[in-house]
């Protein structure tokens, strides 16, 4: 659930948001979301509207990746054993309904 996006907004709230984090100190939520800074002096209201729902984060190796209707669709194209695709982290929140799916092709058939 995303944090108030108008004033007021209170610290328990952020840590209540961003339960993953610890800490009281606000300067332990740097970056937290995008567009929370993560660096300098934060504020209350870098954290309005923020939350803590991320999609998922993946780098693919020898295939695409594309957003189509909200959905990233990651596609390997390259069929030698250096294609890969790497979640770096899963989805949180309201993105962590995720639906995965995996289809293999059928090699070249031999002669006979």
């Given at each position: 659930?995303?944090?108030?996006?108008s004033?007021?907004?209170?610290?328990?709230?952020?840590?209540?948001?961003?339960?993953?984090?610890?800490?009281?100190?606000?300067k332990?939520?740097?970056?937290?979301?995008?567009?929370?800074?993560?660096?300098?002096?934060?504020?209350?209201?870098?954290?309005?509207?923020?939350?803590?729902?991320?999609p998922?984060?993946?780098?693919?190796?020898?295939?695409?990746?594309?957003?189509?209707?909200?959905?990233?669709?990651?596609?390997?194209?390259?069929?030698?054993?250096?294609?890969?695709?790497?979640?770096?982290?899963?989805?949180?929140?309201?993105?962590?309904?995720?639906?995965?799916?995996?289809?293999?092709?059928?090699?070249?058939?031999?002669?006979?």
């Open positions: 659930m995303a944090l108030p996006s004033k007021p907004i209170r610290q328990s709230q952020v840590i209540a948001e961003f339960t993953s984090i610890s800490g009281k100190n606000l332990a939520y740097y970056g937290a979301a995008a567009g929370v800074p993560t660096s300098g002096t934060l504020k209350l209201t870098d954290f309005l509207g923020k939350s803590a729902a991320a998922i984060d993946a780098t693919i190796q020898g295939g695409t990746h594309t957003i189509s209707g909200g959905y990233k669709i990651y596609t390997i194209t390259n069929t030698t054993a250096t294609s890969c695709l790497h979640i770096n982290s899963s989805a949180k929140g309201g993105f962590d309904n995720i639906l995965y799916m995996m289809a293999g092709g059928a090699g070249a058939g031999g002669g006979g």
